[in-house]
């Protein structure tokens, strides 16, 4: 009798402990999707960033172009489209991007750093890279998020070649 109310009680304990299992596949979800991505080079040579979010993107730069030997300074927003939301919802893999761990930028030796930063719901994951890296399973939603900061404002030459 011993026997079968253990037994009962480890088959009641596993049901109840599988069936409260975290869901490990969040689902993505547009409304509550947020991008940012971003460049800084040290010195205070250059910090971009581009957020964007279910309705609205906004990018903000500040770095001096050699080549016009003047000052660029960019505070732009613009709504955009449900597309392009959908665009960007359907080129994530949030759990491909979230099980990244990319820390490789060159910012320590005064180079530049990229980085990416997604919030999905409450979760939120960051990956910081350098021009030279490749993430080939990003590259279509990097292109996507290079369009739209075409659009804003001047875009790193050369910032995603390698993706």
């Known amino acids: 009798m011993k026997n079968i109310n253990l037994l009962c009680f480890i088959i009641i304990g596993s049901l109840l402990i599988s069936c409260s299992k975290k869901e490990e596949n969040p689902s993505v979800n547009s409304a509550s999707l947020k991008f940012t991505m971003g460049v800084h080079c040290g010195w205070g040579l250059r910090f971009d960033s581009l957020t964007v979010d279910a309705n ?12 016009s030997n003047t000052r660029i300074a ?3 927003k613009q709504s955009i489209s449900s597309t392009e939301v959908d665009a960007l919802e359907s080129a994530l893999d949030w759990n491909h991007f979230s099980s990244l761990n990319y820390n490789s930028g060159n910012l320590p ?3 530049c750093d990229i980085w990416l930063t997604i919030e999905n719901g ?3 994951h960051k990956i910081v890279f350098d021009m030279a890296d490749t993430i080939p399973q ?11 900061w075409s ?3 001047v875009f790193p030459e050369g910032m995603l070649d390698n993706f």
């Open 56 to 67: 609205q993107a906004h990018l903000v730069q500040d770095f001096w172009d050699a080549s």
């Open 74 to 76: 960019v505070d732009s």
């Open 109 to 111: 030796v005064d180079g």
């Open 122 to 124: 409450s979760l939120k």
């Open 138 to 148: 990003l590259r279509i939603l990097t292109d996507q998020l290079d369009s739209i």
């Open 151 to 153: 659009r804003l404002g």
